[in-house]
């Protein structure tokens, strides 16, 4: 069983920076965990879960556009973990934060960590 956990979240204000870890848990994956797609995504109160930063198995990345230049997704396949740097942080980056690993039909969530920023 995979199981993703989030970490790094908390309260900072706007303009500060957080860093989002997501480890994984399971021997058996952690041999095949460079093979996954990483993702972070977002989920902010009424609103729907959105696609944040994603990083393949090839190490290329990809942003939703509001938070390209402040963002920064990273993985080292030798911790077993993806990363997920914030900086500049807005208001609007509020919500819980989940991490997803994915490769073909397998699919895996963490729990998701909170970050709120305030104005």
């Known amino acids: 069983q995979v199981q993703l956990v989030e970490s790094g979240g908390g309260l900072v204000q706007a303009g500060g920076s957080l860093r989002l870890s997501c480890a994984h848990s399971g021997r058996i994956f952690r041999s095949i965990f460079s093979l996954y797609a990483m993702g972070w995504y977002r989920q902010a109160p009424g609103k729907q879960r959105e696609l944040v930063a994603v990083i393949t198995s090839g190490g290329n990345t990809n942003y939703t556009d509001s938070v390209k230049g402040r963002f920064t997704i990273s993985r080292d396949n030798a911790k077993n973990t993806v990363y997920l740097q914030m900086n500049g942080l807005k208001p609007e980056d509020t919500a819980v934060y989940y991490c997803?690993?994915?490769?073909?039909?397998?699919?895996?969530w963490g729990q998701g960590t909170q970050v709120t920023v305030s104005s």
């Open positions: 997803r690993a994915s490769r073909g039909g397998d699919d895996y």
